[in-house]
Structure formats: structure tokens, C-alpha cells
């Protein structure tokens, strides 16, 4: 979701740029799908943001996908999963 927010590039067509002024940085992305969709689930309280008293839900990432081609954010592995401040997977 990311890399297309970035790029705007579809998967059925990666030629295809859908609507190329609507490209947004990585930074912005990431918001949208942390603590923007908490605040549209009226969840900013407890998720969203890695904050005290927030449910410690987050990914460890082998790569910073503001560091890299935003064609390849997709290559990105997530070496590990943790909810609720528990870890839940680890590659």
C-alpha cells in the first residue's frame, strides 16, 4: 500500500501511473496507515503511534522504505511482527 501511495503504479499495469499528482512522500504513507487510520477509527487512544499506554503493535523491517527506490518498497522483508508488545513473528 506504501509503494503504491508513493508511485501510484498499479499492479495490474506497473507502467500505468494512476493519477500522478496524487503521489504523496513515504512519510506521508506511513501516517495514513498508522496514526491517520487510528484517528479514522476513533482508535488514535490506543494505537497508531508507539506512545505510553498504547498497544505496542509495530514491524522490524530489513530495509527504511524512505531509503530506498520507491519501485522496490515492495522487496521490503519484515524481519519481525509485535502486538501488543508481544513479539508474534520473527523470520
Known amino acids: 500500500m506504501i509503494e503504491m501511495a508513493?508511485?501510484?503504479?498499479?499492479?495490474?499495469?506497473?507502467?500505468f501511473v494512476l493519477a500522478p499528482q496524487e503521489r504523496i512522500s513515504v512519510e506521508s504513507a506511513i501516517r495514513a496507515l498508522t496514526i491517520e487510520a487510528a484517528w479514522?477509527?476513533?482508535s488514535e487512544h490506543e494505537v497508531g503511534s508507539l506512545e505510553t499506554g498504547k498497544l505496542a503493535d509495530f514491524v522490524i523491517l530489513n530495509k527504511d522504505p524512505r531509503k530506498v527506490d520507491p519501485d522496490t518498497i515492495k522487496d521490503i522483508r519484515v524481519?519481525?511482527?509485535w502486538m501488543?508488545?508481544?513479539?508474534?513473528?520473527?523470520?
Do not use: H, I, M
Open 6 to 15: 508513493v508511485t501510484r503504479k498499479t499492479w495490474k499495469d506497473p507502467d
Open 40 to 42: 479514522q477509527l476513533n
Open 79 to 81: 524481519l519481525e511482527t
Open 84 to 91: 501488543n508488545g508481544k513479539q508474534r513473528y520473527s523470520a
